[in-house]
């Protein structure tokens, strides 16, 4: 009986190795993920599963009547979460981590190459890299957009009398970093909010040969709407400025590339945040002209960034190490190739479809609602990305925002998005207004609702987002009299 039963568990075992090596060899393997998740090593990652694969996707938030739920997180324009498997990657080379192009050692080459080998992955991600001229363009990296535009700015303005042209649509990140550097002029937005292209192309001949820059995002942080940024390319080119395009809110959302259709429609410059693109670790990157870049310095110093240094003078180095001063962020980088690979296969084309979806579902299921306000072209909306903003005549925004996290769980922004220009515009505020909110409470200053989604959103988080506003809405509304009773006059929305 003994001798039955060990023959038994031996033949367990050699079936239990045999199992193990048969995984081994199809790469089947399963790997714990630090978050204690199962993750396999060879998954293939589409939208349909992409909710396993979101860091913090489940963690429970608190609602105001003590119970609790996962958050629905309406707030991706922000920043999203991490892909897990960014997450991973980034603590796996982490392991391997040394010093970047200063080290000598065995770690310190492998972090090198990974940090040099990214920059081909971020030029062919945004349709930069040519293999007949693989080095007309280069990418440097730098904490997010806002650093990029200021870095980038700080380079090729070189004094006061320069001129940019950007619009009216975009983020302060685009708009001040030229503002305190040079002349700058401003496109407006046609009536429903986009960018007025006959302005812009007015702006550029009635200034013909002064504008050295056009600077306009890809798409807008406050009502999704894309810009067709190779015309403003062609229109720019054919009177002789360079384009620099803020690409923080397209490259989670559509397939971009800076090669037009033809090459006056190329793009010369594009900056974009990896927190935007589910690897919160503080990369991302401009992208540029090689021989642009070379002939400029940016106002950043130290480190990294010249050849010989003598007593009195120096000697820079070429792009892209001039625009790197300092010790780089590795996890920067790493989590930013990682999610490059996740998004470009889980594909744009059905990132755009399923954020189409979604933007139809919420629009439709807000202008039911009592009193509501929508921003930007509800019927067209293909050419918006996952972003709709609204507001309701009679309810504060900044309320209903905190109502909407207290009782829904939702998560959102309220107010003016670092964007004012372009929201007092489509809020109707004029300019001169505007200073009156100066010294005002948050929930005094004007402002509007913002959903942003990410790609893991689903239609059932926008059902239930819907079926939660009439009691969020009450409530809001409730709170709105009160407040107007105790400070009459306050903001509107
Ligand atoms: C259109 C646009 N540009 C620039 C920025 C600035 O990005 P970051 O905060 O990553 O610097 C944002 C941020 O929301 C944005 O939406």
Redesign the pocket.
Known sequence: MKKHFRSILCLLLALCMCGAALAGCSGQSKDKSDDGKDEKEDVTYTLDNIRDYIVGLDEPVELEDGSKQALINFDN???TPAFLPVMDEVNDKLKTYGSIGRGFSQKSNISTDIYNNTREKVLKFVGAYDENEPDKYTCFYV???????NKLASALIEDKSMTVLTTRI?????DLSWRERCSVIWAEVDDKGRVNYDDLEKLLKENDGKVNYVSV??????TGYVTDVHRVAKMAHAHGAKIIV????IVAHRKFSMKGATPEENIDFF???A??MYSPYGG?AVVGLTEELNKHMPTFYGGGTVKIVRDKSYTTKDAPAKYEAGSPNYPGVVGLGKAIDILEQIGFDAIEEHEKKLNRKLIDGLAKLDNVILYGDCENIDDRVGVVTFNFSDINSYHLAEQLTKIGGVATRRGA???HPYVWRLLGIPDDDVDQYNECAEASTPGMIRISFGIYNTEDEVQQFLDVMPKVMDAAREITEQSEKVRPGMAKY
């Open positions: 324009a922000a920043t904490n997010n957009t806002t650093d990029g535009l975009e983020h302060h990140a685009n995002t890809a798409a807008s942080n406050v803020d690409g923080a809110q900056v974009f945040s927190h935007k991302g998005f670092c964007a």
